[in-house]
């Protein structure tokens, strides 16, 4: 038995499946247009945020954040997913609360990703108490380089390789980054 903020009880089963169903993570339940509005309401993610916060409990902790990173992990390829950002902002939320170590690197991983390059060194050194990987710049460089239509960032993510990566690779970074931003400032249609 858990217990919330030390007054109530709660088995630790009804506890995640009250996550499965504020994440809709049995989605085969749902059609994909009620799936998207179900998760788009933040206050689900809030709330799981909030008994995560209430109970402290790594296990607990651990199955939020996997069924997060479950559900953007299906939705991130899809273009323009509503799902996707709220997913993985919760993940986020969630790193205060006590996950492991392995469940909060899967986040950082995530971040990477999605190319959050404003708060992932923050959160590297908050919650893993490092910096970055070689692996999640090249994520952030990568994420950087499949956008056509913008190249913001540029500057940010360029000084996050000079400090993390080794000094050959990052020349080649820079150098793809640098022929990115070139290519979009010379398209007549930006």
Same mark, same amino acid.
């Given at each position: !038995?858990?217990?919330?903020? =030390?007054?109530?009880?709660?088995?630790?089963?009804?506890?995640?499946?009250?996550?499965?169903?504020?994440?809709?993570?049995?989605?085969?339940?749902?059609?994909?247009?009620?799936?998207?509005?179900?998760?788009?309401?933040?206050?689900?993610? !809030?709330?799981?945020?909030?008994?995560?916060? =209430?109970?402290?409990?790594?296990?607990?902790?651990?199955?939020?954040?996997?069924?997060?990173?479950?559900?953007?992990?299906?939705?991130?390829?899809?273009?323009?997913?509503?799902?996707?950002?709220?997913?993985?902002?919760?993940?986020?939320?969630?790193?205060?609360?006590?996950?492991?170590?392995? !469940?909060?690197?899967?986040?950082?991983?995530?971040?990477?990703?999605?190319?959050?390059? =404003?708060?992932?060194?923050?959160?590297?050194?908050?919650?893993?108490?490092?910096?970055?990987?070689?692996?999640?710049?090249?994520?952030?460089?990568?994420?950087?380089?499949?956008?056509?239509?913008?190249?913001?960032?540029?500057?940010?993510?360029?000084?996050?390789?000079?400090?993390?990566?080794?000094?050959?690779?990052?020349?080649?970074?820079?150098?793809? !980054?640098?022929?990115?931003?070139?290519?979009?400032?010379?398209?007549?249609?930006?």
């Amino acid at each position: !038995m858990l217990q919330l903020n =030390g007054r109530i009880d709660i088995a630790e089963t009804a506890v995640k499946a009250v996550i499965d169903v504020l994440l809709c993570s049995d989605s085969k339940n749902f059609s994909l247009n009620e799936l998207d509005a179900l998760h788009f309401d933040a206050t689900k993610f !809030m709330a799981v945020v909030i008994i995560a916060a =209430g109970l402290k409990e790594r296990e607990i902790t651990d199955y939020a954040i996997e069924k997060c990173l479950e559900v953007y992990e299906k939705e991130k390829k899809k273009f323009m997913s509503l799902v996707t950002n709220p997913c993985l902002e919760t993940a986020t939320r969630l790193l205060p609360y006590n996950p492991s170590k392995a !469940m909060a690197e899967k986040v950082i991983v995530a971040v990477a990703e999605q190319g959050w390059y =404003g708060r992932i060194e923050s959160l590297a050194k908050r919650y893993l108490v490092r910096g970055l990987t070689a692996d999640e710049v090249m994520a952030l460089v990568e994420h950087f380089m499949k956008q056509r239509g913008m190249i913001s960032g540029y500057e940010e993510i360029l000084q996050l390789a000079k400090k993390y990566m080794p000094e050959d690779k990052f020349d080649e970074v820079a150098s793809r !980054m640098g022929a990115h931003v070139k290519a979009f400032n010379e398209d007549t249609l930006y």
